[in-house]
């Protein structure tokens, strides 16, 4: 039996999540930064940039604590232009090399072969795009804990582009695709959106694995019909498990996320995992123009502008392959 949010305060969890609008004019952002590059774990990289915290709520006392802090992978984010140039340099060299081939697979081309080149590159789409064209950002959060000494991350949750748009073209709506990785846990957790005919808000459903008691989860987390925020309800099995609660005013989003199922809000992984997909809110409309762009360029046939990330390749590949 789930419990409603009345119901043994003492067995919920409840976080607070304050992501920045603002993160490299945040007044803590430098000291965070600083703690980062001498903590120990090696995924806050160089391309990463700090752009949120979160709070916890102790259950005994009811005090609050600083527990975590949220970073972002802002080379793929907010490429900036030299980023653009160079993915469009490779992409021109790699295409002038299969035109090339298509003309003579080896050896020196001939006069009247040259010319056939480069009458070729002089038409070709790929010979002809800008570095603005080019579509590649992509969403990368993760979560480190801050609670103790140390800084150690606690998960990552990322966009899976190539899901989301054979969804989209699939369902003619563009439909948000994210891949969770946490600490201590085994499992990748895939959360997509799904198009629900004559319902606007957002629906994510998901399967959660409870490793300590052998049980496979399936939830939802289902946008609020009327909210000021942005309002989310967690549910399993159609009973409530938690919530997201979005604050009223911030420049940033900023909100509450609660989870009240006793097994549920025990499990650190699984509360890691609704955090992390809270900080991913704020980004969701940017990502909704940025992946109808990408499907407007892959109807067009100009699949190469939709560039695909060699982490996203190495997320998508067989783990049984030999």
């Given at each position: 039996?789930?419990?409603?949010?009345?119901?043994?305060?003492?067995?919920?969890?409840?976080?607070?999540?304050?992501?920045?609008?603002?993160?490299?004019?945040?007044?803590?952002?430098?000291?965070?930064?600083?703690?980062?590059?001498?903590?120990?774990?090696?995924?806050?990289?160089?391309?990463?940039?700090?752009?949120?915290?979160?709070?916890?709520?102790?259950?005994?006392?009811?005090?609050?604590?600083?527990?975590?802090?949220?970073?972002?992978?802002?080379?793929?984010?907010?490429?900036?232009?030299?980023?653009?140039?160079?993915?469009?340099?490779?992409?021109?060299?790699?295409?002038?090399?299969?035109?090339?081939?298509?003309?003579?697979?080896?050896?020196?081309?001939?006069?009247?072969?040259?010319?056939?080149?480069?009458?070729?590159?002089?038409?070709?789409?790929?010979?002809?795009?800008?570095?603005?064209?080019?579509?590649?950002?992509?969403?990368?959060?993760?979560?480190?804990?801050?609670?103790?000494?140390?800084?150690?991350?606690?998960?990552?949750?990322?966009?899976?582009?190539?899901?989301?748009?054979?969804?989209?073209?699939?369902?003619k709506k563009t439909v948000l695709s994210f891949a969770s990785a946490l600490q201590r846990f085994?499992?990748?957790?895939?959360?997509?959106?799904?198009?629900?005919?004559?319902?606007?808000?957002?629906?994510?459903?998901?399967?959660?694995?409870?490793?300590?008691?052998?049980?496979?989860?399936?939830?939802?987390?289902?946008?609020?019909?009327?909210?000021?925020?942005?309002?989310?309800?967690?549910?399993?099995?159609?009973?409530?498990?938690?919530?997201?609660?979005?604050?009223?005013?911030?420049?940033?989003?900023?909100?509450?996320?609660?989870?009240?199922?006793?097994?549920?809000?025990?499990?650190?992984?699984?509360v890691d995992l609704i955090t992390l997909f809270a900080t991913t809110v704020g980004y969701q409309?940017?990502?909704?123009?940025?992946?109808?762009?990408?499907?407007?360029?892959?109807?067009?046939?100009?699949?190469?502008?939709?560039?695909?990330?060699?982490?996203?390749?190495?997320?998508?590949?067989?783990?049984?392959?030999?």
């Amino acid at each position: 039996m789930f419990l409603s949010r009345s119901k043994s305060a003492k067995s919920h969890a409840h976080r607070y999540v304050d992501m920045w609008a603002f993160m490299g004019l945040h007044p803590t952002n430098i000291d965070l930064l600083q703690k980062l590059k001498e903590a120990d774990d090696q995924r806050f990289g160089a391309n990463m940039d700090v752009c949120g915290t979160v709070s916890e709520k102790d259950a005994k006392t009811g005090d609050w604590a600083q527990s975590h802090m949220v970073g972002i992978r802002t080379d793929i984010w907010n490429p900036d232009g030299e980023q653009q140039s160079g993915i469009l340099n490779r992409l021109q060299d790699d295409r002038r090399t299969q035109l090339r081939k298509e003309i003579k697979r080896s050896g020196r081309l001939s006069q009247a072969q040259t010319k056939n080149l480069e009458r070729q590159l002089e038409r070709d789409s790929v010979m002809k795009m800008q570095p603005k064209e080019i579509e590649n950002r992509r969403l990368v959060m993760k979560l480190f804990k801050t609670g103790t000494q140390r800084i150690n991350w606690a998960g990552t949750i990322e966009e899976v582009v190539t899901r989301e748009l054979h969804n989209s073209l699939g369902t003619k709506k563009t439909v948000l695709s994210f891949a969770s990785a946490l600490q201590r846990f085994d499992y990748m957790t895939l959360l997509q959106e799904n198009n629900r005919t004559f319902r606007i808000p957002s629906i994510f459903s998901f399967s959660f694995f409870d490793q300590k008691r052998d049980r496979m989860w399936y939830l939802e987390i289902k946008r609020k019909w009327i909210s000021i925020g942005a309002d989310f309800t967690i549910e399993a099995q159609n009973q409530r498990v938690g919530e997201i609660d979005g604050a009223l005013i911030g420049l940033g989003y900023n909100a509450h996320v609660h989870v009240y199922e006793p097994t549920l809000a025990a499990n650190r992984q699984f509360v890691d995992l609704i955090t992390l997909f809270a900080t991913t809110v704020g980004y969701q409309s940017a990502m909704r123009k940025s992946l109808r762009r990408r499907i407007k360029a892959t109807r067009r046939g100009l699949d190469t502008q939709n560039v695909i990330e060699d982490e996203e390749f190495r997320l998508l590949r067989n783990p049984r392959a030999a």
